[in-house]
Each structure stands twice: as C-alpha cells, then as structure tokens.
C-alpha cells in the first residue's frame, strides 16, 4: 500500500473517532460502578480504535520516522474536529474542554502513538523469513 493511500485512509477513519468516542460514552454513562464512566469508556474506546487504524496501516518494522504522514493523517483531522466541536459547544457550557474534548484528544493521540510504536516492535516479513533459516 502507498504511503498516499495509508494518508488517505487514516483521514476518512479519523473523521469517525469522535463517534466512537460518543457512542462509548453513551453506553458507559449507564455504567453505575465506574465513576465519570461515559469519559473513561470513550476515552478507552477512541484509544483502542485509533490503536488498532494505527496498526494496521503503519509500517511493521519500522519507527516512527517511516510511519509520520499516516499518523499526521489521522491526528489532523481529529485535532480540527475535536478543537471546533469544543468551540462550538464553548458559549453553552464553557466546561466542556476539560471534561469532554481534553480527554478525547489526549486519548487519540495515544492511541495513534500506541499503534505506531506497536506496529515497529512487529518484525518484518522479510526479518522473520532471515531469522528462520
């Protein structure tokens, strides 16, 4: 796969982590026994999915400095969607950037910077066929 196409791909995806996000913390606000739940369970949501597009669409083998434009890719789009949605619920209820939005970007980008880093510890096909013989 190009490195175009992983951009691309990693855009339109981005573009869905706040739904994820939204929708996990819908079900986890019904959750009695976990405190802010419908934060913690989107916030764990959108780090898992961001994770596992990460993963996927990263280069296996190869460092952060190889896989950059995908994780600008999907960082991008989320930081632009994340930033206005916050704007525009800010005259409504200025608390929402630290309760809401903070949260769902810190747990984007750690799970972007998750799946880069786990996609680099995975060896390479061509690595594994040397190391066999």
């Avoid at 175009?4 to 339109?12: A, E, F, G, L, R």
């Avoid at 597009?53 to 930081?79: D, E, I, S, Y």
């Amino acid at each position: 796969m190009t490195t175009y196409m992983k951009v691309v791909i990693c855009s339109v995806l981005a573009f869905l982590v706040p739904i994820v996000g939204i929708v996990a913390g819908e079900l986890g606000e019904h959750i009695r026994w976990i405190p802010y739940g419908g934060i913690v369970c989107g916030g764990l949501a959108m780090t898992l999915y961001c994770a596992i597009v990460q993963f996927c669409v990263a280069r296996k083998g190869h460092g952060l400095a190889a896989n950059w434009p995908a994780l600008v890719a999907m960082l991008l789009p989320l930081t632009v969607l994340l930033v206005f949605t916050s704007l525009v619920v800010w005259k409504k209820h200025p608390d929402n950037i630290l309760t809401n939005g903070l949260p769902m970007l810190i747990s984007g980008y750690l799970g972007s910077f998750l799946g880069v880093v786990l996609a680099a510890r995975v060896k390479r096909p061509a690595d594994a066929n040397t190391a066999q013989r």
